[in-house]
């Protein structure tokens, strides 16, 4: 069974850094791509940055140069490295697995990410 966890959100100033984390578990070889969503206030779920397995990490326009996506394998764990953080960024982050499908279709609980002005 597939299971992602997310933690590491919190509450930061506009300008400072935050590092999210995704343990997974229960992922088949045949996983196509991990990435992260997000979804802010009353807005709808955004792409936020994700990785195939054999492609270039990819991030979406507003991130570009402030996030990092990356893996630990022996850890089972995915990151997001999030800098320059801006009160856009506010939002639910989710964790995202694309299994034995291009479509992602296992999603975590969520972590709230919250930068204030």
């Known amino acids: 069974q597939v299971q992602l966890v997310e933690a590491g959100g919190g509450l930061v100033q506009a300008g400072g850094s935050l590092r999210l984390s995704c343990a997974a578990s229960g992922l088949p070889s045949s996983t196509y791509a991990m990435g992260w969503f997000r979804q802010g206030p009353e807005k709808e779920r955004e792409f936020v940055a994700g990785?195939?397995?054999?492609?270039?990490?990819v991030y979406t326009d507003s991130v570009k140069g402030r996030f990092t996506i990356s893996r630990d394998n022996a850890k089972n764990t995915m990151y997001l490295e999030m800098n320059s953080l801006k009160p856009e960024d506010t939002a639910v982050y989710y964790c995202?697995?694309?299994?034995?499908?291009?479509?992602?279709?296992?999603w975590g609980q969520g972590t709230q990410v919250t930068v204030s002005s």
């Open positions: 990785a195939s397995r054999s492609g270039s990490p």
């Open positions: 995202a697995a694309a299994v034995r499908s291009v479509q992602y279709n296992y």
